[in-house]
């Protein structure tokens, strides 16, 4: 799920859906153990995560099943880390 223009869309294999919700109200309704906030657009599903690459300047690299490379922001690093147990 991300923001884009003022818009959220949802992606899912089925194809990119664009939510009437805002992304803090999709966050509110998506199961915690499942999905995580990486940045202040973005929240992606756990189960799709394909490898996570940190780097020297404290961010998190983010590959995705489907190839799609995200970036996690330092200030979600940390519960990032608390979700998956690291």
């Not at 803090?24 to 199961?31: F, G, P, Q």
């Not at 020297?56 to 990032?80: H, P, Q």
């Amino acid at each position: 799920v991300y923001a884009a223009g003022g818009k959220v869309f949802a992606v899912t294999p089925a194809g990119e859906f664009q939510l009437r919700l805002r992304l803090y109200e999709a966050e509110a309704r998506l199961d915690k153990t499942v999905f995580v906030r990486i940045s202040h657009s973005e929240i992606i599903n756990l189960k799709q995560v394909k490898a996570l690459d940190l780097t020297f300047t404290g961010t998190i690299r983010i590959t995705l099943a489907d190839g799609t490379v995200c970036w996690a922001s330092r200030r979600y690093v940390k519960k990032i880390k608390e979700v998956l147990g690291l």
